[in-house]
């Protein structure tokens, strides 16, 4: 910030002190024009003119606006004043109330100017050399984070990917937001290190403020390749494959790259978290450890409260059977508080009933937890500790892996925002999200595909699938992953085939546990498979007021097995 402008703050700041401290009774009628000495006596006092005095009133108010606006807005080389911020730019919440974008602040409105600045920095100081020719090429944004996609020369052609979270601005920035995002840097170094996942190159990040786009970033290779859903339902003629094939292709080429996550394994469930260090050390192993796991694009208008950090503090665990119990037990107790019926008792009689046959980890005699050991090390050797494995980002989500239009492979993998340790049945032996949608959101016509705004042609067409063919392409998956690991693989005592090609209902039932609605649609799934044309509400309602005869619930319970198993 230039010394002329930071003087004019302090200046202003000294008349608001001023002003603060001056008497906040008015003068008494016949003290107008008179002022009280030392020795009590009154003096004349100088009449001031009203012209002049009107006029400096009000340059003085005109500047404190000036004044408040420019400490309201960050100073970046979008605009006039050149250099970084010294602090955190503060914005009012009243600017969420009426937009539902207001959460994102100026992050949308970054200039191109200073993102060439930021790149230009960037090749000067890594590569000693001056970048020409740059130039910001495509602006996106989902809903966590916008995406800037820069190009340069130096001295070929090459291309980056700068992103900035939604809350990287003003007070929305917290400590632990700068946390995760250092975070999600050292886990995408980390996992391209340790696995043949095609994650980009971090090239460069920064949690503070202090940078020429005046906010923190994440500075990315760029991988040129198109959302996994878009190649999935992309019928579009000039392709040297069908589009079985293609699909075959991608099938192939995910579940050979995620099979080489099974050599990262840990003895907690919850964040993984990199430790602060001096310097930016790319070889640092991470450890799994209490921390707030936010999203960036979390919602902040006043309706919804003000954000607290704890809601959404995730803590390490080392059993997780007896985790997902409590958050069963928990989300019982707040829909009884909320809606006593007998449905809501009955439906969680039944998803006790159906976590109870699911495949959990061993347990020995004296309950401690076995593992049957893989042939790839997979397993913990030390009876009583369960083994944890990382996933894809985001639960496996789809659209953050990039596959090649043409051949299906896939070349990338990004938004690592948020990854946490799973238990096996939820990890890396799982099938992507494309593959679970039957269960976890349902199928409803006229389904459209997931396609990006630049391919809104292919939005019209109609989609034709019902749940087998998901069936179909889950075995397809499990077979092309049992392929990758090599036959016999093993974990927590089951093969992985089975969290292959049954890892979707796992998803479905212990990911709905936070939501009473999204159960009973999952359980309306599960009771048209176990009980077909049993009449589900009638079975709810009847298991909520008197339960299941012993041999009702001994009968439930095989149909479950079978189901999950």
Known sequence: MPNSIKRLFACLDDADADAAHQPAH??????????????GTHSAKKPRSSSSSSVLTRTTTSLCRVARKLRSNPITPQRSFKGPTDHAPRFSDDTEVDDPNGRWGPILSISDEALVSLVS?????TQRKSATNISVIARTNGRNNALYTVQYYCPSLIKVCVRVPACGWGDRWLPS???????????MRYVQKHTTLPVPDVLQYDTTFNNAIGAPYL?????????????????????????????????RSLATVTASLR????????????????????????YVAAAVMAPF???MKKSKGKFNPQDHLSTPESDSRAFFFHCLDAARAYAIAHERTSEVRGVFKLWRLLMEEMPWPERSSSTRITYGKSNHGEGNEDEGVETFVLGPPADFDAASILVDEHSGAVVGVVGWDGLETQPLMLGWPTCPDLLTVDWTRGISWPRRPPFAARTKEMATVDIIEDGRSWDAYRADYAAH???????GG????????????????????LRSLDDLDQMREVLDRVLEVTLPRVRRADLVVSVGEAGLSAEQERYVRAKFRELLR
């Open 121 to 125: 920095l960037f090749t000067f100081s």
């Open 481 to 487: 992953l049992q392929a990758a690991i090599g036959a």
């Open 177 to 187: 937001d700068a946390d995760a995002l250092r975070n999600v840097a050292h886990t």
């Open 263 to 286: 050599s990262l394994t840990f003895t907690k469930m919850g964040p993984l978290l990199f430790r602060p260090v001096n310097g930016d050390d790319k070889d640092q192993r991470p």
């Open 219 to 251: 500075m990315m290779s760029y991988v040129h390749g198109r959302p996994l859903p878009e190649v999935w339902y992309d019928r579009a003629a000039g392709s040297t494959k069908s589009l079985e094939d293609k699909r075959q292709a991608i099938l």
């Open 490 to 509: 093993q974990a927590g005592g089951f093969p992985f085939e089975l969290y292959a090609t049954k890892g979707h209902l796992y998803q479905a039932v």
């Open 297 to 299: 694009g979390r919602p």
């Open 26 to 39: 008015r003068p008494s009628k016949g003290s107008k024009g008179s002022a009280t000495s030392s020795d």
